[in-house]
């Protein structure tokens, strides 16, 4: 079965960097697109970041680029977030997702398989 176990989340201090990582199995990863999402307190889910099967295209929501950076090693069936010059508008509980296919698109409805997350607190 479909496993997402994510991993690598802490508290930060604002202007520090974490690195999130999502071990994946019961599927052929390498033929999957990822994404990762975040959930604050009291707030909706919102779209952080999509990688392509291959790792050749990603995607970002404003709110988070240039500041974090997607990336997947396909021989350890691995996506990883890294987030730099975290702001405390960045806390929440982060999730990674399992695409239907190779859409990496943001958004939620071609995701099909979630993490249970992982906590991100960034305060001084």
């Known amino acids: 079965q479909v496993q997402l176990v994510e991993s690598g989340g802490g508290l930060a201090q604002p202007g520090g960097s974490l690195r999130l990582s999502c071990a994946a199995s019961?599927?052929?990863?390498?033929?999957?697109?990822m994404g990762w999402a975040r959930q604050a307190p009291g707030k909706g889910l919102e779209w952080v970041s999509g990688i392509y099967s291959d790792g050749s295209d990603t995607v970002y929501a404003d709110s988070v680029k240039g500041r974090f950076t997607i990336s997947r090693d396909n021989a350890k069936n691995t996506v990883y977030l890294q987030m730099n010059s975290l702001k405390p508008e960045d806390t929440a509980l982060y999730y990674c997702a399992k695409s239907k296919g190779t859409d990496y698109r943001l958004g939620g409805e071609q995701y099909d398989y979630w993490g249970q997350g992982t906590q991100v607190t960034v305060s001084s």
């Open positions: 019961g599927f052929t990863f390498s033929s999957y697109a």
